[in-house]
């Protein structure tokens, strides 16, 4: 029988440590750096987000600025031909809305509204919205990057044909609201720290005993099973195969 939400966090737990949020309550900082830790690390996405505020004075001088300096700017930060234009956009579409670069009115607008307003900029997706609404507002919504996508679907939280926009839907209708950050950030750690896309540390997994898709156990893939360990299940076979020749 799979392993609750609530089991998995109790165990990941004890590995990663209770996660406590502190919401930033600044809701388009907190939108533009989401969308410059898009297929980047932590560490230069930030580093890319102050190079960007020690460049500008304003939202307004980004938005207005030619968009050859925002793309020098964030260099560092990867991906900087794609992210320029759409932080650009978003900016300008900001200001177009609403007349300023001020989005706090979304911390009071009913939940369902706030994520359409935010879906309704461009480029923005389920993962940034969920990501401005949780950690800049303390909102329920439930951020769903790789990782946690990843680790969701191998211990079989969710089918592993799920789109990521079902997969936003399938774990917020699996996690009790007031527990989605918690989720998020120990499912997150755990998918960096040991259940990685290409070898999974099974050895050392809390989670183990109960996951389905292990490399240590010589377990049949049935049709439905998590390969979205593509190379868990080559992984789970040369297990197999070492144990019999011994």
């Not at 956009?89 to 177009?96: F, H, M, P």
């Not at 996508?149 to 917020?172: C, D, F, M, N, Y």
């Not at 720290?193 to 490399?215: F, G, H, K």
């Not at 439905?224 to 040369?238: F, H």
Request: with cysteine; aromatic share 4%.
């Amino acid at each position: 029988m799979p392993l609750s939400a609530g089991e998995i966090m109790d165990r990941l737990a004890v590995v990663y440590g209770e996660p406590h949020h502190q919401p930033s309550f600044d809701p388009l900082a907190e939108l533009i750096l989401t969308v410059l830790s898009q297929n980047t690390a932590d560490t230069n996405s930030g580093r890319a987000f102050v190079q960007l505020m020690r460049r500008y004075p304003s939202w307004a001088a980004i938005a207005d600025a030619p968009v050859e300096d925002v793309i020098g700017t964030i260099q560092g930060g990867g991906l900087a031909q794609q992210k320029a234009p759409r932080i650009q956009a978003i900016l300008r579409a900001v200001r177009a809305r609403e007349g300023d670069f001020d989005i706090g009115f979304l911390a009071d607008l009913p939940l369902e509204d706030a994520r359409a307003w935010l879906r309704a900029l461009p480029g923005v997706g389920p993962k940034t919205t969920a990501c401005v609404l949780l950690f800049a507002l303390a909102r329920p919504a439930m951020p769903v990057d790789t990782h946690v996508e990843r680790v969701a679907k191998r211990l079989g939280l969710i089918p592993q044909k799920s789109t990521p926009e079902q997969a936003h839907q399938l774990l917020e209708a699996l996690v009790k609201p007031e527990d989605y950050y918690r989720f998020h950030m120990l499912l997150i750690k755990h998918g960096r720290r040991l259940c990685a896309a290409r070898r999974p540390l099974c050895e050392r997994c809390p989670l183990e005993p109960d996951c389905p898709s292990s490399i240590l156990r010589p377990a049949a893939q049935s049709n439905d099973e998590p390969s979205s360990a593509g190379s868990v299940s080559k992984a789970r076979t040369s297990a197999a195969a070492k144990r019999r020749s011994r």
